[in-house]
Nanobody, 121 residues
């Protein structure tokens, strides 16, 4: 089995910062792209940022210049540093990872349980 465990969410004032972490564990042979998605109340899930296994990153326009995604391949962990937070960043944030469990297997998408980020004064 594979698990993605997120941490780091919470309540922060506008202009503040938070750092999310997501650690993958279990039967893992290789991890491809990893990313963060978010879902605000009444809205669909949207991509926030992604990072390939070689470190190439991609960001939603709404977070460019404020959020930074990174990963530690030795720890099977992806991070999201969020700065200059705005009330519109309020959402449940989900970690996603494309994981191959066996040497001859395929990559499948796995999801974390979600962590709440609330930006409010």
């Amino acid at each position: 089995q594979v698990q993605l465990v997120e941490s780091g969410g919470g309540l922060v004032q506008p202009g503040g910062s938070l750092r999310l972490s997501c650690a993958a564990s279990g039967s893992i042979f290789s991890i491809g792209a990893m990313g963060w998605f978010r879902q605000a109340p009444g809205k669909g899930r949207e991509l926030v940022a992604s990072i390939t296994s070689s470190g190439r990153t991609n960001y939603a326009d709404s977070v460019k210049g404020r959020f930074t995604i990174s990963r530690d391949n030795a720890k099977n962990t992806v991070y999201l540093q969020m700065n200059s937070l705005k009330p519109e960043d309020t959402a449940v944030y989900y970690c996603n990872a494309n994981i191959k469990r066996y040497v001859h297997g395929d990559f499948y998408a796995y999801w974390g349980q979600g962590t709440q980020v609330t930006v409010s004064s």
